[in-house]
């Protein structure tokens, strides 16, 4: 592992090695050190390719949160086609054993907001204890789907070559563990200490598993690092300084991958950007759902079709009503609903992008069958809890949402929101027809997105009360997201497959009703 070989061949168009962080602060340090730096953007999306130690890498500053750092890193697989990824940036601590500057390598990620609560009653308060592991899903080559795993292992390679220049590091120390990944910041010291019991939490973070599910996907090694930037376990703020510290060690772990493994093998040769041939005169209207059952009647309803799988997610292309439409099954989760969006964004340019499919109920006042548009989106993981000691207990009404970001015109720079309006010409097209559904009623309000499966009933009331959130599901705001970084008209649709609140279980037949 130690000993540096000798080259094999020129790696002048070796596939590049890629390095992510999600703001300037954990970016910058990196790209000074590319020799022969170029600015590769992916629309709004920043990428900066040169060499280090004489091999190709590439920087990607993946922006905040799970939708993004997915839609970035299965960008930076079709234009790039890179051998391995690093992830790195700042964290907060779980583990009481981290302080400020401590740095954990992540021999496996997870996201820590795919959960399943167990069922409780009205009136019965919300135990946060009360979960299952529910996990998020990438493809899985051999059994030629998307399958749902919790932990997101790390490519033992990078993992050993970490681990080898650990003495390296003299900031503070460097151990081996568990990130957790998801939208929201935790202050509660109970909630963090539970984490780290249940799960092995070491840290946590906002984009570590949906790079690790996108990896998967695309058979590419992969690894976490984080530093632990600030932890309240043991009242450290938030130290800027950390930044710059892990991107020097993930310098060292990268020049010492580059020169013990990817130098000792004949080079790889980096494929060229993958193209999709679709051409069509107007642009087309995009429609999605995440499952068969949630898209195979609208791709029926094409004609003159043409299937497309691109990285392993799956476009239908056709005519409807003499007009041009695309429909994709994004497959399930925040994270493969951003990348679904940005490569049919990237790829057929579409007018309008309509997400609709199932969902469970959060509204006491509607039942299975019945239709919400969604006049917002609201990522419902997306917050902050306030801060309390250790032994105060964990009180699951103390938050306050932060939104996820999506890039602004006016501000040219990414901005966080906590509610994304739908279009007002697509909600109003979807009000002048409701007349035709008969199987239930239909009402404007607000869709809730998240990886999490809530079904205490108190805190489905709560979510209702503090977000106006009518249902619960797991794609709806990733793609709003999306779409208001590329300035595309949007509109979610969500049926009430289930509703807890009122005891009825989930109906495979509404995905049919809403599509």
């Not at 592992?1 to 590049?16: F, H, L, V």
């Not at 003299?170 to 568990?178: M, N, P, R, Y």
């Not at 019945?370 to 997306?382: C, F, M, Q, R």
């Not at 990733?478 to 969500?494: F, H, M, N």
């Given at each position: ?16 090695l ?15 050190a ?12 920043h ?14 500053r ?8 997915a839609?970035t ?27 400020t ?11 820590y ?10 009136g019965?308060?919300?135990d ?5 592991k ?10 030629k ?10 490519d ?13 590091y ?9 990130i957790?990944?998801?939208d ?27 790079v ?8 590419v ?10 932890t ?43 193209t ?31 299937e497309?799988?691109?990285?392993q ?7 409807l009503?003499?007009?041009p439409?695309v ?7 925040i ?7 940005a ?17 469970g ?22 917050w ?32 966080k ?34 990886d ?6 108190d ?12 249902c619960?599901?797991m ?32 109906n ?5 009703q809403?599509?």
């Open positions: 592992m130690d000993k540096t070989a000798e080259p094999i061949g020129s790696y002048d168009d070796a596939r590049p890629l390095l992510q962080g999600a703001m300037d602060i954990e970016t910058e340090d990196m790209i000074q590319l020799a022969g730096a170029q600015t590769v953007d992916i629309d709004k999306y990428f900066v390719r040169g060499t280090l130690n004489g091999y190709p890498v590439v920087v990607s993946t922006e905040q949160g799970l939708a993004n750092a839609a890193t299965a960008l930076a697989m079709q234009t790039f086609d890179p051998i391995a990824v690093i992830n790195q940036g700042t964290s907060g601590g779980h583990d009481p054993e981290l302080h500057f401590d740095i954990v390598l992540g021999e496996n990620s997870i996201d907001a795919a959960i399943r609560t167990a069922v409780s009653a009205k019965a308060g919300v946060y204890k009360a979960y299952e529910n996990g998020v899903y990438a493809y899985d080559a051999a059994k789907s998307f399958v749902k795993q919790f932990e997101y292992p790390a033992n390679t990078l993992l050993k070559t970490a681990q080898s220049a650990s003495d390296t003299k900031s503070g120390k460097i151990v081996t563990g568990v957790s990944t998801a929201s910041w935790n202050n509660q010291i109970e909630k963090m200490l539970e984490m780290h019991e249940t799960l092995g939490s070491s840290c946590e973070e906002m984009e570590t598993n949906a690790a599910q996108v990896c998967k996907t695309y058979q090694p992969f690894l976490g690092i984080r530093i632990l930037s600030n309240g376990i043991h009242n450290e703020e938030f130290n800027p300084k950390t930044g710059a510290a892990c991107q020097n060690y993930t310098l060292t772990v990268a020049n010492k991958y580059i020169d013990t493994i990817l130098k000792t093998k004949e080079p790889q040769k980096a494929k060229a950007p993958i999709v041939d679709y051409k069509s005169e107007k642009r087309p209207l995009l429609l999605q759902g995440a499952m068969d059952i949630e898209m195979q009647d609208m791709a029926k309803a094409l004609t003159d079709t043409t497309y799988i691109i990285g997610w799956h476009f239908v292309s056709g005519m009503e003499g007009y439409v429909v994709s099954r994004t497959e399930q989760g994270a493969n609903a951003g990348v679904a969006t490569f049919a964004v990237k790829y057929f340019n579409p007018i309008a992008v309509i997400n609709q499919g199932t969902s109920g959060h509204d006491p006042e509607l039942h299975t069958s019945d239709i919400v548009l969604g006049e917002y989106t609201v990522p419902s993981s997306a902050r809890t306030t801060a309390s000691a250790k032994d105060a207990g964990v009180d699951y009404k103390a938050f306050e949402m932060i939104g996820v970001a999506a890039y602004d015109k006016e501000q040219k720079k990414f901005v929101s906590v509610k994304y309006p739908a279009d007002k010409t697509l909600l109003a097209a979807a009000e002048a027809v409701t007349s035709i559904y008969q199987d239930g009623k239909i009402v404007k309000g607000t869709i809730s997105s998240s999490e499966w809530n079904n205490q009933i805190r489905m009331l709560y979510l209702h009360e503090v977000n106006g959130s009518s619960e599901e794609e709806s705001n990733a793609v709003a997201q999306i779409c208001k970084t590329y300035e595309i008209p949007y509109l979610g649709i969500r049926i009430l497959s289930n509703t807890g609140i009122h005891g009825e279980d989930f495979p037949a509404t995905g049919s809403c599509q």
